[in-house]
């Protein structure tokens, strides 16, 4: 479902963030990037749903070359992939039930969650996903009203909500402790499974990718210097 061909990235000011990289990631894997922080697991997930953009080579998303996308293509994927960040990205005065719905609406319809034009299908959508999150109890808090962890799982009901094919994680636990970010990991294994999206987590600890990834690809200044599964990679690091 997603190829890479020869893609390389390099920034305005000359740091080269992806070099000549070559990879397939197939529809329904549960793919966990390992690498130190600047190794480029940042840069190669959001190429993915072009956050940032490479400078050569070719991108497949789908049968599509996505480096060609602009305006409505891009809306397009993007409405496809849903992205969950290490801050939770939620609005943090707006209820939960709001933030998840958002997910469903898209920024472009902004103007129907001021002014609370919620259909009940999208209220049933959202409350299905924050269920399976187990954080239905907290549908009116404030989302800042939450743990981190709490604000996590919403923010994965949120993604939910908009009913992706593709779901990028980058560094979804980096602010969470040990317990909350297994909980975390667990939550997005589980619904890489039953759902079958595929799923890209970006993580910084390789003891957390063994226990949850189908696939490790270990990156390196800006190279994959590893791709294989989470069982043989003990042998190699
Ligand atoms: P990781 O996610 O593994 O920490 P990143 O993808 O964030 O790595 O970064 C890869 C390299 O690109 C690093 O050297 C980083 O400093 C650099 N980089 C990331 N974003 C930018 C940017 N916007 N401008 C310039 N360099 C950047
Ligand atoms: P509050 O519930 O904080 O009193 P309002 O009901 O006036 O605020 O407005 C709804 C809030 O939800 C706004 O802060 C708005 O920015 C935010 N919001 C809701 N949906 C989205 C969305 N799809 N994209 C961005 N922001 C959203």
Redesign the pocket.
């Known amino acids: 479902m997603i190829t890479f061909e020869n893609v390389s990235l390099v920034y305005p000011n000359g740091t080269q963030g992806l070099k000549d990289i070559n990879i397939q990631i197939n529809e329904g894997e549960f793919v966990v990037i390992v690498g130190l922080s600047g190794a480029g697991k940042s840069t190669f997930i959001r190429s993915i749903n072009r956050l940032v953009t490479p400078t050569s080579g070719k991108l497949m998303v789908n049968g599509d070359n996505i480096l060609s996308f602009k305006g409505k293509e891009l809306r397009h994927l993007r409405k496809k992939i849903g992205m969950i960040f290490q801050s939770y990205n939620l609005?943090k005065?707006?209820?939960v039930m709001?933030?998840v719905?958002?997910g469903r609406?898209?920024?472009t319809?902004?103007w129907k969650?001021?002014f609370?034009l919620f259909s009940e299908k999208d209220r049933q959508l959202a409350y299905e996903n924050l269920k399976r999150v187990n954080i239905e109890s907290k549908l009116y808090s404030r989302a800042d009203e939450l743990s981190g962890g709490q604000q996590q799982r919403v923010s994965i009901a949120r993604v939910l909500t908009q009913q992706p094919t593709l779901l990028l994680a980058d560094e979804p636990v980096a602010s969470l402790d040990p317990p909350t970010s297994h909980q975390v990991m667990k939550y997005l294994k589980q619904i890489n499974k039953e759902d079958n999206i595929t799923t890209i987590v970006n993580l910084h600890f390789i003891d957390m990718a063994m226990e949850y990834a189908d696939r490790i690809i270990g990156m390196r200044d800006g190279e994959i210097v590893y791709d294989g599964p989470a069982s043989s990679v003990s042998e190699k690091t």
């Open positions: 609005v005065r707006s209820t709001k933030n719905i958002a609406l898209g920024y319809d902004t969650s001021i609370h």
